[in-house]
């Protein structure tokens, strides 16, 4: 998988390197969402898109992006809620309308552009041939296991997609915006990457636990932006107790990760970007208690499954960028959200600057 980050990061070098002068106001974004793109793309289906040849991806991620943003309106759309809660609702005339046959066709979109990539895959799949993606294998195992069908591969891709690509890149997106409103820390983290890495080889996994600070900067970003406002609905299995209040079984819940992540004693002044909270008193060794507190991805089996790879991700591709790159920010940062299914940053163009 780390090599596969790479050849993604690669690509996103040299777009830069293309496209960028390092004078002019630059959409990070854009070489930012290729990337992760680019790691789900070949993860899923075996390839990846050129810089120079993106109309595929750009179609399929407006597809993305204007779903995110309608989550906003459905979210405050009580038909949508009541679909939700009880999903036989959605016979009911007008609230199966607003709350059911808007959000779906909007679905149905992506779910369409998805289903065809997998045909393509399914055309050339080989069953005597090893794997080189996800779709195959899993057209693999269907092949032993009657209970995998088409219906649920598609629907799998489709997770792994909306899952993987908008939130990892809207991370990174935000790191760098933190980061530009606190440049004597991006400067001491770079520092540290200089001094551990280097400009004459790329980071990598193993350079982990020589980079505490940057290890600690990662958390604390994630934390800071704290995106995933709350997670999807859960019910209680059981009468259950939390914090002197009574839960009965069937109870639907909301875990709130946001205000989790601005309301422990054990990150004082929460507004504040402060890596050294991740780290013990010597400022060389990760804090494993803060580090526990931070559960941006949720926790408990019900976590998210992409948690292993986005933290990769974001190790690999914030480590190039600070390596290679000085960011600097134009005017006065704005550091309002935009809410949706995450909590976005407002559209940013900054200086991107060579070492």
């Known amino acids: 998988m780390e090599a596969q980050i790479n050849r993604s990061i690669d690509e996103m070098m040299r777009q830069l390197k293309a496209t960028n002068d390092g004078v002019t106001p630059f959409d990070i974004h854009i070489p930012l969402q290729l990337c992760i793109g680019n790691v789900i793309n070949e993860t899923l289906f075996g390839y990846h898109f050129e810089y120079t040849d993106t109309t595929k991806f750009e ?50 979109q992506y779910h369409k552009f998805i289903a065809e990539e997998v045909r393509k895959v399914e055309k050339g799949f080989h069953p005597d041939h090893e794997p080189t993606n996800f779709v195959e294998a899993y057209l693999a195992e269907m092949q032993k296991n009657e209970e995998l069908n088409m219906e649920n591969l598609n629907g799998i891709a489709v997770d792994f997609w909306l899952a993987g690509m908008e939130t990892t890149s809207t991370s990174l997106k935000w790191a760098l915006l933190i980061l530009m409103q606190n440049r004597e820390k991006q400067e001491r983290i770079r520092d540290e990457l200089l001094a551990v890495v280097g400009r004459q080889r790329r980071i990598a996994l193993t350079d982990r636990p020589r980079l505490p600070l940057f290890v600690s900067a990662i958390a604390e970003l994630q934390r800071v932006a704290n995106m995933i406002s709350f997670l999807f609905f859960h019910r209680c299995t059981e009468d259950t107790m939390v914090g002197g209040n009574f839960i009965p079984k069937d109870t639907l819940t909301l ?69 290679n790159y000085r960011f600097i920010p134009i005017g006065e940062i704005d550091m309002t959200p935009i809410f949706g299914s995450i909590l976005n940053s407002k559209p940013y163009k900054c200086i991107v600057a060579p070492l």
């Open 59 to 108: 179609y399929f991620n407006a597809i993305v992006s204007k779903h995110m943003r309608n989550v906003k309106v459905w979210r405050d759309n009580f038909f949508v809620f009541m679909v939700q809660a009880w999903p036989w609702a959605r016979h009911i005339p007008i609230i199966g309308d607003k709350g059911f046959k808007e959000p779906f066709d909007n679905t149905a």
């Open 255 to 323: 875990p709130m990760i946001y205000s989790v992540l601005k309301d422990d004693p054990i990150f004082e002044n929460p507004e504040e970007f402060r890596p050294e909270r991740f780290l013990e008193a010597d400022g060389k060794t990760v804090n494993k208690k803060a580090m526990e507190r931070m559960i941006a991805f949720g926790m408990g089996k019900r976590q998210c499954l992409g948690e292993s790879l986005a933290r990769i991700e974001i190790f690999l591709v914030l480590g190039s960028l600070l390596l």
